[in-house]
């Protein structure tokens, strides 16, 4: 059964940091390319960051660049984003998801709830 749950959201000032998770069931998770994303209230879905599934490579937004580092625990099943130097605008509903129609791809989770206070 395909599951996505993301994890380790909530309250922080301006400036501090959290690490979010997402545990993944199914399979193939080792191949397939995974990514974060989030969602603001009255705002589509925006890409964050996202990392490959055989290198470990990464992209990031131009917001994330120097502050957010996606990773990944292969054996575990968990792909993982920490996040520093929190900004107000860093409010959202953060997701994980799949990527480019691979099994994971479309199924998002709950989201965890991320809330930066100035």
């Known amino acids: 059964q395909v599951q996505l749950v993301e994890s380790g959201g909530g309250l922080v000032e301006a400036g501090g940091s959290l690490r979010l998770s997402c545990v993944t069931s199914?399979?193939?998770?080792?191949?397939?390319?995974m990514a974060w994303y989030r969602q603001a209230p009255g705002r589509g879905r925006e890409f964050v960051a996202d990392i490959s599934g055989r290198d470990s490579i990464t992209h990031y937004s131009d917001s994330a660049k120097g502050r957010y580092t996606i990773s990944r625990d292969n054996a575990k099943n968990t792909v993982y984003l920490q996040m520093n130097s929190l900004i107000p605008e860093g409010t959202a509903i953060y997701y994980c998801?799949?990527?480019?129609?691979?099994?994971?791809?479309?199924?998002w989770g709950q989201g965890t709830q991320v809330t930066v206070s100035s």
């Open positions: 199914g399979r193939d998770f080792s191949g397939s390319d």
């Open positions: 998801d799949g990527t480019r129609g691979n099994y994971f791809d479309g199924y």
